[in-house]
């Protein structure tokens, strides 16, 4: 079984910074590709950005140029550092990633973290 804890979330002003973690855990052999997504109420959840294990990377129009996605591949950790915030990017912030462990590979959610973003 695998565990992911994002955090990092909280309340800021526009224009402001905040950065995401994310934490896998668990009897992992390796860790695939990994990605933050969002979901604003009423909406459906959608990709922010995603990045493989060598370090490619991909990001949704709305927040290219503001956000950056890496990884630490040794801390199974990734992170979303999420500049020059707007009010539209307020939603619940989830993690997820693909993992490879002795039964395959299988996909895995985190619980999410909640970004406000104030006007």
């Known amino acids: 079984q695998v565990q992911l804890v994002e955090s990092g979330g909280g309340l800021v002003q526009a224009g402001g910074s905040l950065r995401l973690s994310c934490v896998a855990s668990g009897s992992i052999l390796s860790i695939g590709a990994m990605g933050w997504y969002r979901q604003a109420p009423g909406k459906q959840r959608e990709l922010v950005a995603a990045?493989?294990?060598?370090?490619?990377?991909s990001y949704a129009d709305s927040v290219k140029g503001r956000f950056t996605i890496s990884r630490d591949n040794a801390k199974n950790t990734a992170f979303l550092q999420m500049n020059s915030l707007k009010p539209e990017d307020t939603a619940v912030y989830y993690c997820?990633?693909?993992?490879?462990?002795?039964?395959?590979?299988?996909?895995?959610w985190g619980q999410g973290t909640q970004v406000t973003v104030s006007s």
């Open positions: 997820k990633c693909n993992a490879y462990l002795v039964g395959g590979l299988k996909e895995y």
């Open positions: 990045i493989t294990r060598g370090g490619s990377t």
